[in-house]
C-alpha cells in the first residue's frame, strides 16, 4: 500500500501565508475558533478520552453548541441529570436550528440522558475495591452479583492488557438492567432488536449496559457477556473507535473467555454444524450484513452465525500468526486503515486468499458438528416465573423396553413426592438397557433426586454424566457441587458452583455451599446473606 509522505513547509513559507492572511472579523474568529474547539472535542468523545474532550470544550467560546459537547460528555460521564439540562437548555435556545444547523446531535444525547434516568431510578452503584469497576446496578436486588464481577474483571483486565495492549486508567463503568425495555432506553436498539437475537450486553457511550440474569428465564453466561463488552470497550481505545463491527466482535467473541482460560473456547457442536453448513451452501452472513450491529440481524441463528465466523476468522489469524498478527491488524486499524487491509497485512496474502483459506479450514474442522438449537438466552414474561423442573415422561428415547416403563414409573412417583420410590425404579431402568446407564436425561434426574435425598455420592457421577452435556445448565452444576461438596470433593465442588455463578447466581443454595468454601471472611458474610435453603 502507498503511503503519502507530508514535507513540511519552510518557516519562511509559513511566515509568508499568516502576512498575507486577511484579518477575520471578531465573529468568524469566534465562530472558527469554536468550531476547532467542538471538532477537537467530538475527536477525543469519538476515542473516549474524556480528559481531553473536556479541556477542547473548556476553550470554547461559551454558549449552546458548547453546552451540547458538554452535554454529551457528561452522558459518557454518567452525569446524566447534569446532561439532560444542557442539552435541554441548549435546545430551547433555538440557536442550535440556525442557518440550517441540525440538532439531531442534541435531540438523540438528550433521550439517552433521560433515558437513562428512568432506567436506572433507585439503582444502587458498587465499585470495585482496586477501583478498576463502577457498577451501576438498576434493581439493588441484582447488587448480588457485584463481588463475581470484580473477581473476573479483575482477571480479564490483567489477560487483556496483555493481549490487546490497554489498561484503562479510569473505572470501566457497567450498568445491569432489569428489563429488555431498559436496555432499548439507553441504547439505540429496539425492543424488537434485542428479543429477536437474544442480545443482553451493549458497549456504547463508554459504558457497557448488561440485562441481569436474573430477569432470563435459565440465566445466561453474564460474565462471559461481560468480558465480551469489556473486549468492545479495549478494542474502542485501542483504535481510537475505527474497528467495524465484524472486528469488533470477533475478537470480542475469541476473547470472552480469556478471563477464565488461556485459549478460545471451541465452538459448540450445533454452531460446528451450522457454521459448517453455511459454508457449504455459500449462505454466510457477511461482514457487510453484520453492520451496524449483529444485534440487528434477523433471527438468533443469524446473529449465532455470525459470531461464529469472525470468532474463527480472527481465531485463525491468532493461530497461524500469534499475538504479532492481532497486534498488526489493530495498529492497522487505528492508523486508518481498511480493517480488510490491515487483516491481509497481518496474515500476509491478500484478504481474499485468507478467506479461502479460512473456508477450507473451517470447513474441515466443522465437519463432525451436530444439529441442535442454536437459539441465545432467553426472556422471561409473565408466565415464566421460575417453573419446577417437569417431571413427566421425557424418556422416549429410551424406547418402548422394560427401561422407559421403569423411568417413566419413576418420574410418576418422583412427582407425587415419592422420592426414594422414584430412585429405585430409576435404578431399574439403569440395570434393565446398558443405554439408559449412560443417558444423560436419566442420569440427570437421578442424580438431583439423590442430592434432594441427601444421598450425595451416588449423586456424583451422574451428574457429571449429565453437565458433561449441559455444563452451562446452572441448576445442575449447583447439584453438583452440593454432591461433591458433601462427598469430600471442595475443589471440585468450588469449580461446580462457580459454573452456576457464571451463568445464573440467584440459586439460593449454592451461596450456602459457596459460604462454606470460602476462607475470606467478607466473602463468606456476602454469602451467607444470600444462603437460603
Known amino acids: 500500500m502507498s503511503r503519502v509522505r507530508l514535507r513540511r513547509a519552510p518557516w519562511h513559507a509559513l511566515g509568508l501565508a499568516l502576512v498575507l492572511l486577511p484579518a477575520l472579523p471578531r465573529s468568524e474568529a469566534v465562530a472558527d475558533d469554536q468550531a ?31 453546552d451540547v459537547k458538554q452535554g454529551v460528555l457528561d452522558v459518557y460521564a454518567g452525569r446524566y441529570a447534569k446532561a439532560e439540562a444542557l442539552l435541554a437548555a441548549a435546545l430551547a435556545s433555538g440557536v442550535l436550528t440556525e442557518g ?18 428512568r432506567a436506572l431510578e433507585g439503582n444502587v452503584t458498587v465499585t470495585s475495591p482496586d477501583g478498576h469497576v463502577e457498577a451501576v446496578f438498576a434493581d439493588p436486588k441484582d447488587a448480588l452479583i457485584a463481588p463475581y464481577l470484580f473477581d473476573a474483571m479483575e482477571a480479564a483486565r490483567s489477560a487483556l492488557g496483555t493481549d490487546l495492549g490497554v489498561l484503562p486508567d479510569h473505572a470501566v463503568r457497567f ?39 436474573r430477569v432470563m428465564v435459565f440465566g445466561y453466561g453474564w460474565i462471559d457477556t461481560a468480558v465480551h463488552e469489556y473486549v468492545h470497550y479495549l478494542l474502542t481505545m485501542r483504535t481510537g473507535n475505527l474497528a467495524p463491527v465484524w472486528l469488533q466482535e470477533g475478537l470480542a467473541k475469541l476473547l470472552e473467555t480469556r478471563w477464565r482460560r488461556a485459549t478460545p473456547a471451541p465452538l459448540p457442536p450445533p454452531v460446528a454444524y451450522h457454521l459448517h453448513q453455511a459454508i457449504v451452501r455459500d449462505d454466510l452472513v457477511t461482514l457487510d450484513e453484520m453492520y451496524p ?40 486499524v487505528a492508523a486508518g486503515e481498511d480493517a480488510r487491509v490491515a487483516l491481509a ?28 438449537p442454536m437459539g441465545g438466552p432467553e426472556f422471561k414474561g409473565a408466565e415464566d416465573e421460575a ?20 423411568a417413566r414409573l419413576g418420574g410418576l412417583l418422583q412427582a407425587r413426592g415419592h422420592g426414594t420410590a422414584a430412585a429405585a425404579q430409576y435404578e431399574k431402568a439403569r440395570k434393565a438397557d446398558p443405554r439408559a446407564r449412560e443417558d444423560p436425561v436419566l442420569s ?60 445464573n447466581p440467584f440459586i439460593p443454595s449454592l451461596h450456602c455451599d459457596l459460604a462454606e468454601l470460602t476462607d475470606d471472611e467478607q466473602r463468606r458474610a456476602h454469602e451467607t446473606a444470600h444462603c437460603s435453603e
Not at 436496555?183 to 451493549?202: F, Q
Not at 443469524?302 to 474463527?312: G, H, N, P
Not at 500469534?322 to 489493530?330: D, F, H, S, V
Not at 497485512?345 to 441442535?372: L, N, P, Q
Open 444 to 503: 440427570r434426574r437421578l442424580g438431583k433426586l439423590y442430592v434432594e435425598l441427601r444421598d450425595y455420592p451416588p449423586a456424583v457421577p451422574l451428574l457429571e454424566r449429565a453437565a458433561k452435556v449441559e455444563p452451562e445448565d446452572a441448576n445442575l452444576a449447583a447439584a453438583q457441587g452440593r454432591a461433591l461438596l458433601r462427598s469430600g470433593e471442595p475443589e471440585r465442588a468450588r469449580e461446580a458452583l462457580m459454573r452456576s455463578i457464571q451463568v
Open 345 to 372: 497485512t497481518a496474515w500476509g496474502a491478500d484478504f481474499e486468499e485468507f478467506m479461502e483459506e479460512w473456508k477450507a479450514v473451517t470447513r474441515r474442522r466443522t465437519a463432525k458438528g451436530h444439529d441442535g
Open 175 to 213: 450498568e445491569f438492567l432489569d428489563d429488555p425495555l431498559k436496555l432499548a432506553m439507553v441504547t439505540p436498539l429496539t425492543v424488537e432488536n434485542i428479543r429477536t437475537t437474544g442480545t443482553v450486553g451493549v458497549t456504547k457511550y463508554r459504558r457497557i449496559m448488561m440485562i441481569s440474569p
Open 293 to 332: 450491529s449483529v444485534a440487528m440481524l434477523p433471527s438468533q441463528e443469524r446473529a449465532a452465525l455470525a459470531y461464529a465466523e469472525v470468532e474463527t476468522m480472527l481465531g485463525l489469524l491468532l493461530e497461524r500468526k500469534g499475538p504479532a498478527g492481532i497486534e498488526t491488524l489493530l495498529d492497522g
Open 387 to 406: 417453573e419446577p423442573e417437569t417431571l413427566g415422561d421425557v424418556f422416549s428415547h429410551l424406547g418402548g423396553g422394560r427401561a422407559r416403563q421403569h
Open 100 to 117: 440550517g444547523t441540525p440538532d439531531e446531535e442534541a435531540r438523540h444525547y438528550l433521550a439517552l440522558a433521560r433515558g437513562s434516568q
Open 36 to 66: 476547532s474547539a467542538l471538532s477537537d472535542a467530538d475527536s477525543a468523545l469519538a476515542s473516549w478520552d474524556l480528559p481531553a474532550a473536556q479541556t477542547a470544550i473548556d476553550s470554547a467560546p461559551a454558549g449552546p453548541h458548547r
